[in-house]
Nanobody, 113 residues
Framework: QAHLVESGGGLVQPAGSLRLSCDAS????????VGWFRQAPGKHREVVAT???????TYGDSVRGRFTISRDSFRKVVYLQMNNLQPDDTAVYYC???????WGQGTQVTVSS
């Protein structure tokens, strides 16, 4: 069954960094347009960043300037570099393939001292 595989989450102190990966190598999707979303407890899922096959990116207001989305199209992997993490960034982070409307299982990011 086609699916996306996220990795890279964990526990980090405030102002720390993490890099998330979304691997679509097991899918037959073109993986053209991809987004990172997050969902904190009791909150709606929100878009964090998106990237298309041309490398064009968009960011949510709360992460712009701190997070960077990038891709390795050959390996069909999309990354989310997260710097200066804050407790409000604590959430489960999900990857979404817009082309096939596929979602990953999510990876937990916890920012706490």
């Amino acid at each position: 069954q086609a699916h996306l595989v996220e990795s890279g989450g964990g526990l980090v102190q405030p102002a720390g960094s993490l890099r998330l990966s979304c691997d679509a190598s097991r899918t037959t999707s073109s993986f053209y347009a991809v987004g990172w979303f997050r969902q904190a407890p009791g909150k709606h899922r929100e878009v964090v960043a998106t990237i298309n096959g041309s490398g064009e990116t968009t960011y949510g207001d709360s992460v712009r300037g701190r997070f960077t989305i990038s891709r390795d199209s050959f390996r069909k992997v999309v990354y989310l570099q997260m710097n200066n993490l804050q407790p409000d960034d604590t959430a489960v982070y999900y990857c979404r393939d817009y082309t096939r409307n596929l979602w990953g299982q999510g990876t937990q990011v916890t920012v706490s001292s």
